[in-house]
T-cell receptor
Framework: GQQVMQIPQYQHVQEGEDFTTYCNSSTTLSNIQWYKQRPGGHPVFLIQLVKSGEVKKQKRLTFQFGEAKKNSSLHITATQTTDVGTYFCTYNFNKFYFGSGTKLNVKP | EAQVTQNPRYLITVTGKKLTVTCSQNMNHEYMSWYRQDPGLGLRQIYYSMNVEVTDKGDVPEGYKVSRKEKRNFPLILESPSPNQTSLYFC?????????????FGPGTRLTVL
């Protein structure tokens, strides 16, 4: 079935380092959404990208949608311990499809 | 407050003892869904519902049942739980299933089947 591949599965960084997670699809996506799940919590919606080449920022987080609308990335500048959690990309096409998630650990 | 609620939050049970996990949303959403989350496997969809009396299988429906008799409620039923159903379960809702709709997740139910 349709899927999004997300890499890396895990990332350990020192506080202050940057972090990036990538989502790739074999098919063109109408949109992509990003969610964050804190340890012990539930996924929470962060942002949605719809347009080809779209870039959106939320403070230290930068989200990109590829020109071909087949890939997306989430970049965090100067990570903080509050960034710890798992980041998921997802899209919907008759149902919601989730990437496997990237678990981010930030060492203080 | 707009929210999705699940009960119970934690449950330890034994193999074969029927159980129901309730899910309720107060946002008048048409779309509701159940997921299970296991280490290394991400979120996998169990069942979803596009509206009242309309349900469909997700990726891992075996061993589960659902019903959607009212718009706000979408219970997950395990008729005869087995240890491989030990997992973290999330209910989610969405206004509809248009491409721009987002999902709202419940707090999760951690189920252990002994």
């Amino acid at each position: 079935g349709q899927q999004v591949m997300q890499i890396p599965q895990y990332q350990h960084v020192q506080e202050g380092e940057d972090f990036t997670t990538y989502c790739n699809s074999s098919t063109t996506l109408s949109n992509i959404q990003w969610y964050k799940q804190r340890p012990g919590g539930h996924p929470v919606f962060l942002i949605q990208l719809v347009k080809s080449g779209e870039v959106k920022k939320q403070k230290r987080l930068t989200f990109q949608f590829g020109e071909a609308k087949k890939n997306s990335s989430l970049h965090i500048t100067a990570t903080q311990t509050t960034d710890v959690g798992t980041y998921f990309c997802t899209y919907n096409f008759n149902k919601f499809y989730f990437g496997s998630g990237t678990k981010l650990n930030v060492k203080p | 407050e707009a929210q999705v609620t699940q009960n119970p939050r934690y449950l330890i049970t034994v193999t074969g003892k029927k159980l129901t996990v309730t899910c309720s949303q107060n946002m008048n959403h048409e779309y509701m869904s159940w997921y299970r989350q296991d280490p290394g496997l991400g979120l996998r969809q169990i069942y979803y519902s596009m509206n009242v009396e309309v349900t469909d299988k997700g990726d891992v429906p075996e061993g589960y049942k659902v019903s959607r008799k009212e718009k706000r409620n979408f219970p997950l039923i395990l008729e005869s739980p087995s240890p491989n159903q030990t997992s973290l379960y999330f209910c989610a809702s969405s206004p509809r299933l248009t491409s721009t709709d987002t999902q709202y997740f419940g707090p999760g139910t951690r189920l252990t089947v002994l």
